[in-house]
């Protein structure tokens, strides 16, 4: 009886497991976000660090307030933060054209405490504010050391001088410095005392003229009531007190001037202090005999 062999072929090897797909978790969202994100991860680490500080430290004053040793404790918490790396080290100044920076930079860093969670924003403004110069100032922190100081500034509309001595005005009469007579800028020069409180009204007198404003070299502010203009081609035109007054003899001037050319030919004043006269002194009769003003128009000690 042949008996018959049956061949065992080999066993299929099983198919390999395919690992379950990780599902994305949280975390790999928020890492996807913070790549996004425009600043590096060491810098949003020092920012959540400063926030949580600064609550430590307001957390801590609250306490100390309700024990009564506030002071020390909350200076002690504000050199922390500090020491964490959030100091001001730097001033960035904005809307600078002519103020001196190192001034801004002076005033802004005169801080007892540097920390960025105990700098006082609004009394750095303060003292921005009492530097002549500065119209309006806004202070901001910017993590992790500067503090950004964004300056609006006056402008120079005139020259002041009184007892002699020169300073740079704003259209308000705000000092805004000290100048001497070989680096004062090209403005009109107003003279007496009070008289950088009065510019402003002066501004809306010369504005009713249009044609003779630029032909105004300066004025005089006499006896703390009226106005002597100067022009540019050396004559001097005393107006009468009062606003309503003065606008009127000016308007009448510069209307006189326009029909017969009043200015530059040699006429050393003219007076329109009463208002029912037109008074003018040719050069040589002032040269031949001097005109003294009354005292009480003295604008000038």
Do not use: C, H
């Amino acid at each position: 009886m042949t008996t018959a062999k049956i061949k065992r072929g080999k066993r299929a090897k099983p198919a390999p497991r395919r690992k379950p797909a990780r599902r994305k978790t949280q975390g790999s969202r928020v890492d996807a976000v913070l790549g996004a994100l425009p600043v590096s991860r060491a810098t949003l680490q020092r920012i959540a660090t400063l926030v949580i500080l600064s609550l430590l430290v307001v957390l801590v004053v609250v306490a100390a307030n309700v024990s009564g040793v506030s002071a020390k404790i909350a200076e002690e918490a504000e050199k922390a933060v500090g020491r964490a790396g959030f100091e001001v080290r730097r001033v960035e100044v904005v809307g600078v054209d002519r103020i001196d920076q190192a001034k801004v930079y002076e005033i802004a860093l005169n801080q007892r405490n540097r920390s960025m969670a105990a700098v006082d924003l609004d009394e750095v403004r303060r003292d921005l504010m009492q530097y002549g110069w500065i119209a309006d100032a806004r202070v901001s922190r910017r993590l992790p050391d500067t503090l950004v100081v964004d300056i609006v500034e006056r402008t120079p509309s005139a020259v002041w001088q009184n007892n002699r001595k020169l300073a740079l005005i704003d259209k308000n009469g705000v000092v805004l410095e000290r100048v001497n007579a070989r680096n004062a800028p090209d403005l009109p020069l107003v003279i007496g005392p009070n008289a950088n409180r009065q510019t402003k009204q002066l501004d809306k007198l010369l504005d009713e003229v249009p044609a003779l404003r630029p032909l105004v070299a300066g004025a005089t502010w006499v006896g703390n009531r009226r106005w002597d203009l100067r022009f540019q081609s050396g004559e001097t035109l005393a107006l009468p007190e009062g606003d309503g007054e003065a606008k009127a003899a000016l308007i009448d001037f510069a209307r006189m001037d326009g029909a017969n050319r009043l200015l530059g030919r040699g006429i050393v004043r003219f007076d329109m202090r009463d208002p029912d006269k037109f008074v003018f002194l040719p050069g040589e009769r002032v040269a031949a005999k001097p005109v003294d003003k009354p005292a009480a128009d003295s604008g000038e000690e």
